[in-house]
């Protein structure tokens, strides 16, 4: 007898309609990682100006543009893997783009559900939903929301979650 060999992102649920996250999130990574990067760059570029003299820092921000288009046009891809799903009985949240990922938080595991925003989240609008289970130290997150469908989320999240405790 031979197995099929069937590919891990084959095996996602289809029938889900996946919700995809603001495209606003897009803008909030990039400049999230151009800002890490650019630290990134200016301490690089102090021993290499000392070292080299501007050769150094001209090396320093030439490694920087680089990098930054590269992760630029990583993290640009990555958020379109990122959706999230809400079921009968549980909530499925996927992403990943070279490792891909799918989290299933049943109802009746969930025990405390956060909503966050970062000084960066905050100016362009986004808010995150953290669902923290039973598990010890479990925790999903669904980021890049328009605060009213975040906190929509949450509230159909907590009385689902509700539902499920007092059935049993």
Known sequence: MSAKTVPVWDLWPGEVTWQPMSPKLRTVWVLR???????????????????????GVLWALCGYVLLAGLRAWAVAR??????????????LVRHGLLTRRLNIVPYGRIQLIDLSAGPIERMFGLTTVQVRTAALGSTSEVPGLEPAVASALRDRLALRAAEVREGL
């Open 33 to 55: 990682s151009l800002l890490n990067l650019f630290l990134l760059a200016v301490v690089a570029a102090v021993p290499l100006g000392i070292w080299l003299g501007w050769r």
């Open 78 to 91: 990555t958020v379109a893997t990122w959706g999230y799903a809400e079921r009968e009985e549980d909530l």
